[in-house]
Structures are given as C-alpha cells and as structure tokens.
C-alpha cells in the first residue's frame, strides 16, 4: 500500500456522511433564505405600516377597497410569502436545535411547515378574495 492509497480522513460524523450534510450542504442555504426574506420583509415594511396607518379608523367598505387594489394587494402578497417562509425557516432552526429526541423533531418540523403553509395559504385567499370583490 502507497501513500497514495491511504483512505481520506474526515471531519465528518459518520451521520453526516450517511445523509451526505455537512460543512454547506444545507445549513448555508437556509441561512442564505432566512436572510434574503428578512430583507425582503425589512423592505416590505414601509409600504406595510403605511397602508395599515391609512386604514385606521376607516370602515370595512374603505378597508376593503384599499386592500383589494392590485398595487397594495401585491406587496401585501409579497409581505406575506416573505414572511411565512422567514417564519417557517426560523422555526425549523430552533426546532432542530434545540428538540433532541428524533421522533418529535421529525413531529415537530411537519407541523411548522403545515402551520407556515397554513397562514400562508389563508392569508393569500383573504388577499385574492379582496382583490377580486367577491
């Protein structure tokens, strides 16, 4: 046997050899996204807290009308895909922190993406329902 034969040493876990992770196979893309939506979010927010002042006070026919124009009613779409998708990536990240028994983690994880698709979904057919005054 060469030098050259040796097998490669690994800083690897043998987990993480297994499910082929490691240094930025996964963790770098959800960083990436969760920071990509929080500026999406943080550029959002200005449009958002204006149209939220300008409904203060204003009755449902107003509120309705303003959020079903097609300008407000697609940076609140926007605000709102951004949102849930920081939201769900967020949660994942603690969950898979900070729960340590695989089972619930695994529980745990699904439920955060129902729940994230869930406020997503409904919140984007409030907005659709709006826009096309039904």
Do not use: C
Request: aromatic share 8%; glycine share 6%; proline share 3%.
């Amino acid at each position: 046997m060469s030098a050259t034969d040796t097998p490669k040493r690994s800083m690897r876990t043998p987990l993480g050899r297994v499910r082929n992770l490691g240094a930025a196979h996964s963790g770098t893309s959800d960083f990436w996204r969760q920071r990509v939506t929080a500026v999406a979010m943080t550029l959002l927010m200005i449009p958002v807290l204006v149209i939220i002042v300008m409904l203060f006070g204003r009755n449902q026919a107003f509120v309705a009308q303003t959020l079903g124009s097609l300008p407000i009613a697609v940076i609140m779409l926007l605000f709102i895909v951004a949102s849930a998708w920081h939201m769900k990536i967020g949660m994942q990240v603690v969950i898979e922190d900070y729960i340590h028994n695989e089972k619930l983690k695994l529980v745990s994880v699904m439920l955060n993406n129902f729940f994230s698709v869930a406020v997503a979904l409904a919140s984007i057919y409030a907005i659709l329902k709006l826009s096309s005054g039904v």
